[in-house]
């Protein structure tokens, strides 16, 4: 098992920037495929991007491909998103989730481990 504790969200306005840090703690970083989501209100939990536990592979959602960039430093336990022209409809909680030695997937039920998430909040 992996705890999983994000940061770096707030209050942007429209055309910034954020970058989100998910540090974790536990089992080897590096055993992990890496995952980024997040949910707005009323919608269901919704992929943004995945890393490989060495980096090789990765994949966005098509909304943020382009914008938003994932990647990882396993020497410091920790995975960032780069959100760069952020939009209103960017606004959302964001979580970090983990999988345990498999390949990088958008499906959120195949990650185990899960963050508290933390707000983003993009102002027109």
């Known amino acids: 098992q992996v705890q999983l504790v994000e940061s770096g969200g707030g209050l942007v306005q429209a055309g910034g920037s954020l970058r989100l840090s998910c540090a974790a703690s536990g089992r080897t970083f590096s055993s992990y495929t890496m995952g980024w989501f997040r949910q707005a209100p009323g919608k269901e939990r919704e992929f943004v991007a995945t890393?490989?536990?060495?980096?090789?592979?990765?994949g966005y959602a098509d909304s943020v491909k382009g914008r938003f960039t994932i990647s990882r430093d396993n020497a410091k336990n920790t995975v960032y998103l780069q959100m760069n022209s952020l939009k209103p409809e960017d606004t959302a909680e964001y979580y970090c989730?983990?999988?345990?030695?498999?390949?990088?997937?958008?499906?959120?039920?195949?990650?185990?481990?899960w963050g508290q998430g933390t707000q983003v909040t993009v102002s027109s």
């Open positions: 989730a983990a999988r345990f030695w498999s390949g990088i997937t958008t499906d959120r039920g195949q990650y185990t481990d």
């Open positions: 890393i490989s536990r060495y980096g090789r592979n990765i």
